[in-house]
Every structure is written in structure tokens, then in C-alpha cells.
């Protein structure tokens, strides 16, 4: 298994489905909760401990996941509201290494996910089908719709939190 895919690389396969859909929300509703119980306990040096040779730390990671939803969560509203929008490109590794996310306690990223998430849910679970069929435009991968970038995150907040929970288990921290 490769440490840095612990659930794979997050290709989405087979139909979108209504169902499918809101497994994905659900996903998202979960995930501020179970980022928290992932991290619960780890000392500073395990926070400050890369998930992999080269990686970054459980600390990095959940700075990361903050600030990928908070730019998530923007682009689902600026396509719900426009036609399109171009949607800014963040170079998340050079944001994972600004001290802030280096040092700042994980529990002011883990406060602002539950709330962040709580609205986000509430904006997902009440778009129609014509607004999940909208989508934005990204510089390098295009024309991004609606319900494959819910996809996008549902995956990726699993993934983040599946490095740290294997790091747990590789250390013995669980």
C-alpha cells in the first residue's frame, strides 16, 4: 500500500447518483468529527511528526483540510451564483508550510471545520439537481461540475484523515 493514497487516489468511477450524491454529503457532515477523534490525544511532537519521509505533519494536515474546505466551499457557492466563475488555483504546499500552519494549536482548524462544515452541509443538501449540474472553471483541470468536485471532497477529507490514522497505527498512538 502506498502511505501517501492510504484509501487510493480518488478516481471517481460508475454513474453519479442521487444516492451516491448524498453518501457524499454525508461524508463531509462526518468528517470535521472524525478529523477530531483521528488527532484526539496525539502530544505536540506527534502533531509535529510527518506522516511519511518527506510528508507533512498530522498538525500541517489538518491546517490543510481547513483551508482546502474553506476554498471548497467558496467555489461551490461561486458556481451555485454564477455562470462558470474562474475559480482561483492555491499552491497548498506553500500554505502547509506558512507558520500558521506549522505551529497555530489544530483546535482552531478543528472549531472553524465544524462550523465551516455545518454550513456547507446545510448549502449541499439543499441544491437542486439543475444546481449540482452547475459547475466552475479551474486553470488546469477545466470545467469542474458540481457533483464530481463533492466527490473530490468527500474523498479528500477521508484521505487526509486516513495518513494520520495510519501514522497512529505505524507509531503505536493508537
Not at 22 to 34: G, Q, T, V
Not at 70 to 89: G, H, Q
Not at 132 to 137: E, I, K
Request: glycine content about 6%; proline content about 5%; overall charge negative.
Amino acid at each position: 500500500m502506498d502511505i501517501r493514497y492510504p484509501i487510493g487516489q480518488g478516481k471517481l468511477e460508475g454513474e453519479i447518483t442521487p444516492e451516491r450524491r448524498l453518501k457524499w454529503i454525508d461524508d463531509i457532515e462526518e468528517a470535521p468529527a472524525l478529523l477530531r477523534a483521528t488527532v484526539d490525544g496525539l502530544t505536540e511532537d506527534q502533531l509535529d511528526t510527518p506522516y511519511r519521509e518527506g510528508g507533512w505533519t498530522p498538525r500541517q494536515i489538518v491546517h490543510h483540510l481547513c483551508d482546502a474546505n474553506i476554498n471548497s466551499y467558496v467555489r461551490f457557492k461561486l458556481a451555485a451564483t454564477e455562470d462558470e466563475p474562474t475559480v482561483k488555483v492555491w499552491d497548498e504546499t506553500s500554505w502547509a508550510q506558512l507558520l500558521d500552519a506549522r505551529t497555530t494549536p489544530v483546535e482552531v482548524s478543528l472549531s472553524l471545520l465544524d462550523h465551516l462544515h455545518i454550513r456547507w452541509v446545510t448549502f449541499l443538501r439543499n441544491l437542486t439537481e439543475a444546481e449540482l449540474a452547475r459547475a466552475f472553471r479551474h486553470p488546469t483541470a477545466g470545467i469542474v461540475n458540481l457533483s464530481k468536485n463533492l466527490h473530490s471532497y468527500s474523498w479528500h477529507c477521508r484521505h487526509h484523515t486516513a495518513q494520520i490514522t495510519g501514522l497512529r497505527e505505524r507509531k503505536g498512538w493508537v
